[in-house]
């Protein structure tokens, strides 16, 4: 069997797409808990996790989140602190404290034990933010994320959450509604150490550029095989 004109056309066209969808990914919301602070009597807290689907570190020095007022003007906005630099492939979880950071180890140190206990995944990150007006809603809300300069980075809504359960966007999602709650077993989620919360807040999620370049690749070495055998 050969492979012809058009297949191999196509199939070089969507590794291309697929690398270059990936090269120029950058931070994306991939996931939200807007019922931390009333599913767990532990660290009590919401919280997003932010993940770097690109291939270079982003320096995230001077960004900021916000709630659904869609403000990045100072005031409006909070700043985000503890991480400063989010590598290649990495996901940091972002837990909701006080504006002044006084309650930032403490909080930090209650969200790793309920939901890891002592077993904390190796590499995990985790940074901090709070600030009048930006808690997450669970009626519904939105995140929004801003660079030093004030640009929108990332941005994501939702709807009424399920006490105890995040909203996972592993798909990638921006500028738009997410809506897929996390399940235990997919995309890397489970339940807590307390047995109260599913989320996945150590897992990397794998973005949808990286499952077509594979894909791309498993169609490539069977057409391969199939023109050895032939």
């Known amino acids: 069997m050969k492979i012809n004109n058009i297949q191999s056309t196509c199939l070089v066209a969507t590794l291309m797409l697929a690398a270059s969808i990936q090269a120029n990914a950058s931070i994306i919301i991939s996931e939200v808990h807007p019922t931390g602070s009333s599913a767990t009597t532990t660290y009590a807290a919401d919280w997003f996790e932010l993940t770097n689907t690109g291939t270079s ?16 003007v100072a005031g409006q906005a909070v700043s985000l602190r503890g991480i400063t630099s989010i590598d290649a ?14 309650t930032d180890t403490a909080k930090d140190a209650s969200f790793k034990s309920a939901w890891f206990g002592s077993n904390v995944p190796t590499g995990f990150l985790i940074g901090n933010y709070g600030g009048s007006g930006v808690s997450l809603g669970a009626g519904g809300d939105a995140v929004n994320i801003y660079n030093s ?7 994501v809504m939702f709807g009424a959450a399920t006490v105890g359960t995040s909203f996972n966007n ?23 150490v307390t047995g109260s919360e599913i989320g996945s807040p ?11 370049f594979s ?3 498993i169609g490539l070495t069977g057409f391969a095989r199939k023109r050895k055998a032939v």
């Open 57 to 72: 570190a982003v320096d995230i020095t001077g960004w900021k989140m916000d709630d659904n007022s869609n403000n990045a």
């Open 89 to 102: 492939g990495k996901s940091v979880v972002f837990l909701e404290t006080d504006a002044t950071g006084t």
């Open 149 to 155: 300069t004030g640009l929108l980075q990332a941005n």
């Open 170 to 192: 592993a798909a990638g999602l921006n500028n738009t509604t997410i809506s897929t709650l996390s399940v235990v077993g997919t995309n890397g989620a489970f339940t807590s």
């Open 202 to 212: 150590s897992a990397v999620p794998v973005p949808a550029a990286v499952w077509l």
């Open 215 to 217: 894909t791309g690749l």
